[in-house]
Every structure is written in structure tokens, then in C-alpha cells.
């Protein structure tokens, strides 16, 4: 499964805490040992890895900001969490919005935490699920290998994965040879409900290649020592610890494991007690996902913050949403308009599907207040009620229908997507709240008067889903539709807004539009604004070049993979192992033995910590042997050929041995290489492409120019007007003094469009008489210019100079200052800059009748944006 945007933006910030968060752990792990050395008491707090990171990228100001009733926006306080016996835990959450695909970033954080943090392949993950429902989803999920949830854990781990359930059993031999991913229900880890919960703490038989024999007194002290928090069994003898022995219980495992957690659906384990309970199983990595975080109360660490911005941008959901009321009438002629849609819709999706082959089969659900088969009281509205009402008064054929409930499920294992599924109307009361959505959910139809409201806030994200990720040539089709009666309108929309905000879809208030009768003019609602040009702009024709690559004798856009990376010289990259052995990649890690068997106490020797109660031919032999395979898909997402990942490799492997490392070294240091390697490969193929890209340019192979004859996909044209959903009382943007901007492009822009420096900047130019109009671009749906890296560059604002000059500009917040992705972007409008104003490039950018050739490209930085912007306008 190839990953969105935004998903990847997600993996790169995870990736940059890993970073910190282990660089802090071995700095407090040298603190700590110089001080014990020194007979020198701790300081309270040094050894909090965990709680530094979170400091560290607080100062660097890249963790999202949430509003704060009397600060405003502030990054929320790190929450410092410990387990049993006092160690710093790394807790960390990923705000993403339903249907956003949380538990594929889950997978892939998974395997991060273990390779790029752990240096291990194997291990135990704890993955708790909130209901039955998602439960079935996910264990459905990773128990595919064909999946890709499944798939990307067996990328991390070589194909050694083994999923289990909590009854499972398994043996230490299990996590020393596979990442055994347990799914459990959030009852088993929860002590407020005792049945499930207090099954872990049994004494079971299905661990016992974890403990010393019960009566082995010698070894299981030894084991206390070791770990001091086990639970124990008192065995009745009255000389001390002789008579205690450790209980072979699942939790005692999961406390010498120490598993990394994996929260799904985290807010549902906010409280304290479940807080505790969790902790207590000693966990090495926390990683909650949610749509909607408690950060300002001091529960989670929220590292990402995806919004409904980043699914509308990548066209995962329906939009607008569109509230349909009937102020007169009942829950009958609501279904029956309801019903008249959806078959409206399946008219449509016909004619999708004979103009472009793509399969679409428009669904209703209908939400009833009543299910249960003694629950038909001719008072409220009964699933069977709907039913019969859809079959016999507007000929609904049964197959299409189908109930879902606690007690009735009709729809089973049916593949909805399937083109022979004849399913078109669900109807439920609240099974379909979490863990279900379907692409082809168009309609939601709400039966319940008296609770519209919380059913809005329920089920608004059932039929948000976009078929295939992608928006359709049918405008129909890629909107959404729910409809209610005898609600006050403004309500409706509000409880929409609302559901929106609950599912995580933060910025999407905006998309919701009113409909039907009642549908008045409240200033509150929001619906498709024109914004048209100013007057003096009205007839102005721009257009701005576009990165292209020759394409015979004529042009076409450029494609990063096709026109760059595929001419890497990959036979000429290689690994330099003095990387690695000079020690700036290699591990610094020293663990301690402790042989149960042989009862010294804990003093053991050095190597792998090593605790069992078989005897030496019992014991487990594994086979320390380098995985080529394995350790090539690591880098397949730097170098897309697998048989040069494979060379590579392999020259890394045999270059080390001829400098003395032994096959056992290679393999425990396996994971340490595989990150050396894939750093270091990843630069050189970004010099490559770079130097690519630049002797193309040189060569006019790729040229950065305007095309407006032919094909206008060659050129970028700015439009006449902007269709954007905006309330009628929404802010528009006007000087520090009260008074308007006069020389924007358009009559009006948004002040919610705009973030603290943007907006600073674009008042900025409204105030400077030297701009003739400037504009504030749609991100990531406007201008868009391509590199040598596949990510694209989409500026902030283009601005003209009188009639001759236009600028084209990209500003950074300070906290953004000299990483990897604002440096590339830096350079690439460099280059293109100078290419463009040296002349090289052909064409013209056309103001007015092309009267204007010149043009910069440039980016703003915060801490100097007012100089660099008056340096660059001066410049000729």
C-alpha cells in the first residue's frame, strides 16, 4: 500500500522522535552510570529520557499547538509517565482522524521502534482494541499476510511475525525468534472489570519457559533480584524468601518482556485506573491512537496532529456534507426523500461507471431508535419498522436490505465493495458507530427525532469515505448526504460540525452545507463562496511556468521517478563500512547474563540477558544468520531496486568480515547497520538525483519555462474565481488599522487561511506600494513545483512588482530552520530562480499580454523574513 502524503509526514516525525528520544536515553544512561561510579546521588530526573525528548522537540518548536481557554495556542506540558518500579516510559500519540488509517501508521511505528530504537527484530507488542467490533477488524487484519497492516510488520522484522490472542500460549523461545503481536480487548488490561482483567495475574501453565521450577528457591531469588516487582506466590514455609516463588503468570511475563503498547482508540483508556494498570505491566513504549486526544488535561503526549484538511487534500473523504431537514413531516417522508437520493445517486454512479470503468454502488444507512426483537412498541422507530416501510411502500427488494444490531447481524463477513453484493440500505441504532466505515456509505438517514443529536455525533463519519481515495468526474458522487426532519437547521449543521470535531476531522466545519426546508440565512452556516478578482485584475490572464522534461521535440510534465531516480547510477553507489566501525553508527550497548540454572546471583557475564528454567539440552538453539533478504527490503524505500539493495548489502557484509568482524558480530549488529546503511545510501542517492537534476537542466533535457500554445497542462494558470465554503460572518483579513486590503488579487481573502507569519507577511505586501497584487495559494491544491525529491514544493504566495516582476515565495517558521525538508526546498527555489532570471529558460511568465520575463523564487525564514523580503524586491 502506497503511503499519503500526510502519512508520511507522520513516519518522518515519528522517525525524528525516535532519533531524539534514543539520543536522550543513552545520554541519561552515561549521566547516571558517572554518577553511580562517582558514589554521587542522582539527580531527580535525569535518568527521565523520555520527558527530555519531549523537552527537546518542545524547544524546537515542532509538536502542534491546541488552544488553550486562557494562553491561547500552547504545546500541552509533556506527561511524564513511569512504570512499576520507576522508569521513564516513552508515551506518545498520534492524532489521527477517522478513517485516516491509524492502525497502518501503527504498524509501520511498530516496526520503527524496534529496529531504529530496540535494535531488535523480535520482542512482544501488547495491541489493545477498545470494542468486539474492531477487534474482529484487526485481528482479521494481521492475521493476513496478504494485508497490509501485516505486511509492513514483516518488512520490520524479516517475516518472523506470530500473532496470538490472550489466551494464546507462548514461550520464550516464541519472542526471542518472532515479534509476537498480542491483541487483547481493553477489558483484559483494565482492573475495574475483574473477570477479564484478573485472568492475567493467574498462575497459568502456558508460561513456564519464562521461571525457575516453583521449589528452585535459589533461582527464583535470583530472579527477584532482578526483577523486583513480580508477583509472587506464598508457598507456606516460614524461613523468608526460601518460601516464595515467582508466579508463571501472563503479567509476570509482560513485565520481564516489557512490551511495547499499542492503544487503539486511546481515549477510551483516559482513566486513572486504567492509567495504572497499564503502567504496571511495565511497558518500554506507550503509542495511543485516537481522533480525538485529551492533551490539555495531561494525559497524552500528542506528537502529530493530522486534521480533515490532510484526507480532503488527498481526496479520502466526501465533501461537502451536505444536511438535508425536513422542518415539516415525519421519520416516513424523511425515508422516503432519503430513499429518492440514494437511488438518484445509483443513476449517477451508472453513468460513472460506463464513462469510466469504476465501480460505485451508493449506500443508505438509516439510524432507527429501536432493535431488539421485543422492542416494537409502534412508538419509536423499529428497525422493522424501516424495513417494512422500504419494501412495501417504496419497493425496496430484501436482498438489498440489511439490519445490523447487537443481536441481529445480517451483513456477516459480506465484502460491501464487491460488485455482487446486492446490499443498498443498512439499517442499525448504534452498532455502526466505531470500527465501521465503507467507501460506499453516501447516505446517512436519521429516524430518531428526539436524539439527532448525539446520532449525528455518532455516525457523521460512516459515509465521510472516499471509494478508492479518489474523487470521481461526477460531482455527486463525491459529496455526501445526511438527512433528518423537524430539526432547527443551524442545529443540525452544528451537530454535524460537532460529529466532524469527534471524529478528529478538525477544519472541515466549513464543508458542512444546509439543504432542504428551514435551510434559512443564519450567518452561521457555511456555503460556496465565489471570490472573485478585483475589478483591475478582472481580466488579467497569469500563468506560471511549470518544471518540465523533454518529451521528443515538444514537453510534458516532469516525473520524479521516470526522469530522476530511474537514471541513479546504481551500480556506483556503494557503503563506506568505516561509517559504522569508526563508531558513529555503531552501538554502544552492554547488557549482563543472568543463568537461573546456575543460581550466582545475578552476577552472570556479559551478553544477552538470559533467563530460563530448562536445563541445557532443553534450551532453544537459534541460528545467528545474516537475512539478506531482510536486511534489502529495509532499504527499498531509498533504493526502489531490490537487486541493487541486494549488492549493496551484500559488498557492506563481505567488506566487514575482511576487516575481522565475525558472522555473530554482523548479526547482533545487524539492525544498527541496516540504519547506517540506509542514512548514508539515502544522501548519496539525493546527490545523485540532485546532480541529475541539475545536468538536465544545463542540458535543456528539463527546463523550468511557460508553455501557454498546445496543451495547457504545460503552464499553471491562476483562476478568475475561488469556490470556497466559508460562513457569511466569516473574518476577512484587513490591515492592523481596521481598514481593507486593497491590492490583493481577489476582492477578499480569509483570515483563517492564514497562520501567525503568513499572516504578518501578507499585510506585509498589503501595506508596501511597490506590489501591484499579491495572492495567498491554496496549499497543496495550487501551484506546485517538482525537484529532484519526490515530495513537491508548493509556495505560500506569489506577489507582482509593477508589470514587469513576480515573486514567488515560501515562508518557514523558526522552528522549521534548517532541517532536511525546508533545506531541499530552499535550494530547489534557488536553482529554479537562477535558471529562470539567467535566461535560460525559453518561455516568458505571461502578466498582461506577457509583457513581463522576470521572476524569483524564493524563501522566507521567521527570524529574518522582513530583510531577505526587501533585499530580494530590491534586487534588478
Known amino acids: 500500500m502506497e503511503l499519503k502524503d500526510y502519512q508520511r509526514r507522520v513516519l518522518e516525525k515519528f522517525d525524528d522522535y525516535v532519533a531524539v528520544l534514543k539520543a536522550e536515553d543513552a545520554k541519561a544512561a552515561k549521566a547516571v552510570a558517572a554518577l553511580k561510579a562517582a558514589n554521587v546521588e542522582i539527580p531527580q530526573g535525569l535518568d527521565d529520557f523520555a520527558g527530555n525528548a519531549w523537552k527537546a522537540l518542545t524547544s524546537k ?79 482479521k487484519a494481521l492475521a493476513n499476510r496478504e494485508h497490509p497492516y501485516r505486511q509492513s510488520l514483516e518488512r520490520a522484522t524479516g517475516g518472523r511475525v506470530k500473532v496470538m490472542e490472550k489466551d494464546d500460549g507462548f514461550t520464550r523461545a516464541d519472542v526471542e525468534n518472532y515479534l509476537c503481536i498480542m491483541l487483547v480487548r481493553l477489558a483484559a488490561t483494565n482492573r475495574a472489570n475483574n473477570k477479564e482483567f484478573l485472568k492475567i495475574f493467574r498462575d497459568a501453565g502456558r508460561y513456564t519457559s519464562f521461571f525457575p521450577e516453583v521449589d528452585d528457591y535459589t533461582a527464583n531469588k535470583a530472579l527477584l533480584d532482578v526483577y523486583r516487582d513480580l508477583e509472587t506466590n506464598d508457598i507456606g514455609d516460614e524461613t523468608g524468601l526460601l518460601g516464595i516463588s515467582v508466579k508463571h503468570s501472563l503479567v509476570n511475563v509482560m513485565k520481564m518482556l516489557r512490551p511495547v503498547v499499542v492503544i487503539d482508540e486511546g481515549h477510551k483508556a483516559y ?80 453513468k460513472l461507471q460506463a464513462a469510466d470503468g469504476r465501480y460505485i454502488r451508493p449506500i443508505m444507512v438509516i439510524r432507527v431508535e429501536r432493535t431488539g426483537s421485543d422492542q416494537r412498541d409502534g412508538k419509536r422507530v423499529h428497525a422493522l419498522d424501516a424495513k417494512d416501510f422500504l419494501m412495501k411502500q ?16 445480517e451483513l456477516g463477513s459480506d465484502d460491501l465493495l464487491d460488485p455482487l453484493s446486492a446490499v443498498r440500505f443498512i439499517i442499525t441504532k448504534e452498532a455502526l458507530q466505531e470500527g465501521w466505515d465503507c467507501p460506499f456509505a453516501y447516505v446517512l438517514t436519521l429516524l430518531d427525532k428526539t436524539t439527532a443529536s448525539t446520532a449525528m455525533t455518532q455516525m457523521v463519519g460512516r459515509v465521510l469515505r ?86 521528443g521535440k515538444g514537453w510534458r510534465e516532469i516525473h520524479y521517478e521516470r526522469d530522476v531516480l530511474a537514471l541513479v547510477d546504481w551500480n556506483a553507489l ?34 544477552e540477558l538470559r533467563l530460563t528454567a530448562e536445563t541445557k539440552e532443553d534450551a532453544v538453539w537459534t541460528e545467528k544468520r545474516i537475512d539478506i533478504a531482510f536486511l534489502s527490503r529495509q532499504l527499498i524505500d531509498v533504493i526502489p531496486n531490490p537487486w541493487q539493495a541486494s549488492r549493496i548489502v551484500m559488498e557492506a557484509l563481505d567488506k566487514l568480515r575482511k576487516k575481522g568482524i565475525t558472522e555473530e558480530g554482523l548479526y547482533n549488529n545487524r539492525l544498527f547497520l541496516i540504519e547506517s546503511l540506509k542514512n548514508h545510501v539515502k544522501e548519496k542517492v539525493q546527490e545523485h538525483s540532485e546532480s541529475i537534476f541539475r545536468a538536465k537542466l544545463n542540458q535543456f533535457e ?21 469556490h470556497v465554503m466559508a460562513r457569511k460572518n466569516e473574518r476577512k483579513l484587513v490591515k492592523a488599522d481596521g481598514l481593507p486590503v486593497e491590492n490583493s488579487l481577489y476582492e477578499f481573502a480569509f483570515e483563517r487561511d492564514f497562520n501567525n507569519l503568513e499572516k504578518d507577511f501578507a499585510l506585509c505586501l498589503a501595506d508596501d506600494h511597490a506590489i ?78 506577457g509583457l513581463n520575463k522576470a521572476m524569483t523564487l524564493t524563501m522566507l525564514m521567521e527570524d529574518d523574513w522582513r530583510g531577505k523580503y526587501n533585499r530580494v524586491k530590491a534586487t534588478k
Request: with cysteine; net charge positive; charged share 25%.
Open 574 to 607: 556503494s557503503y563506506d563500512v568505516d561509517l559504522f566501525l569508526d563508531g558513529k553508527d555503531a552501538p554502544s550497548v552492554t547488557t549482563t547474563v543472568i543463568d537461573v540454572n546456575r543460581g550466582d546471583g545475578g552476577k552472570g557475564s556479559q551478553g
Open 772 to 849: 501591484s497584487w499579491w495572492h495567498r495559494m491554496v496549499a497543496r491544491q495550487d501551484y506546485a513545483l517538482q525537484g529532484w525529491q519526490r515530495n513537491k514544493v508548493y509556495p505560500d504566495f506569489i506577489a507582482c512588482i509593477g508589470e514587469k516582476r513576480l515573486l514567488v515565495l515560501e515562508t518557514k517558521g523558526l522552528q522549521l530552520k534548517g532541517n532536511e525538508d525546508t533545506e531541499y526546498k530552499r535550494r530547489l527555489m534557488e536553482l529554479l530562480s537562477e535558471y529562470h532570471e539567467s535566461g535560460m529558460a525559453s518561455g516568458e511568465i505571461s502578466l498582461k499580454s
Open 702 to 722: 528539463i527546463t523550468f519555462r511557460l508553455v501557454t500554445a498546445g496543451d495547457g497542462r504545460l503552464s499553471f494558470e491562476v483562476a478568475k474565481e475561488m
Open 466 to 551: 472516499q471509494p478508492e481515495t479518489r474523487t470521481t468526474s461526477v460531482q455527486s458522487l463525491n459529496e455526501c448526504y445526511v438527512f433528518c426532519f423537524d430539526q432547527d437547521v443551524q442545529t443540525a449543521v452544528e451537530n454535524v460540525r460537532k460529529g466532524l470535531e469527534e471524529e478528529g476531522m478538525t477544519g472541515l466545519g466549513e464543508f458542512v452545507k444546509s439543504a432542504g426546508e428551514g435551510a434559512g440565512d443564519t450567518g452561521e452556516i457555511a456555503e460556496e463562496t465565489i471570490v472573485k478578482r478585483r475589478k483591475k485584475f478582472a481580466g488579467l490572464k497569469i500563468f506560471l511556468p511549470k518544471v518540465l522534461h523533454r518529451e
Open 394 to 409: 417504496l419497493s425496496v427488494r430484501e436482498e438489498h436490505i440489511r439490519i445490523k444490531s447487537s443481536e441481529k447481524d
Open 61 to 139: 518548536g515542532v509538536l502542534p499547538r491546541f488552544r488553550h481557554l486562557q494562553h491561547g495556542l500552547i504545546v500541552p506540558p509533556c506527561v511524564h509517565r513511569y512504570d512499576s518500579v520507576g522508569r521513564s516510559l516513552p508515551h506518545v500519540c498520534l492524532k489521527v482522524p477517522t478513517g485516516g488509517g491509524k492502525t497502518l501508521l501503527a504498524a509501520e511505528g511498530v516496526g520503527r521502534i524496534q529496529t531504529a530504537f530496540f535494535r531488535r527484530q523480535t520482542g512482544l507488542v501488547l495491541w489493545i482494541v477498545p470494542t468486539v467490533q474492531i477487534y474482529r477488524q484487526t485481528w
Open 271 to 350: 482513566s486513572e485506573n486504567t492509567r495504572v494498570s497499564l503502567n504496571r505491566f511495565n511497558p518500554s513504549f506507550v503509542v495511543e491512537l485516537t481522533a480525538t486526544p485529551n492533551a490539555q488535561h495531561h494525559i497524552s503526549n500528542v506528537l502529530v496532529d493530522v486534521s480533515g484538511l490532510d484526507l480532503k487534500s488527498e481526496q479520502m473523504i466526501k465533501l461537502p456534507i451536505n444536511v438535508i431537514n425536513l422542518k415539516k413531516g415525519d421519520w416516513q417522508a424523511t425515508l422516503t426523500q432519503a430513499h429518492a437520493k440514494r437511488a438518484a445517486l445509483e443513476k449517477d454512479s451508472r
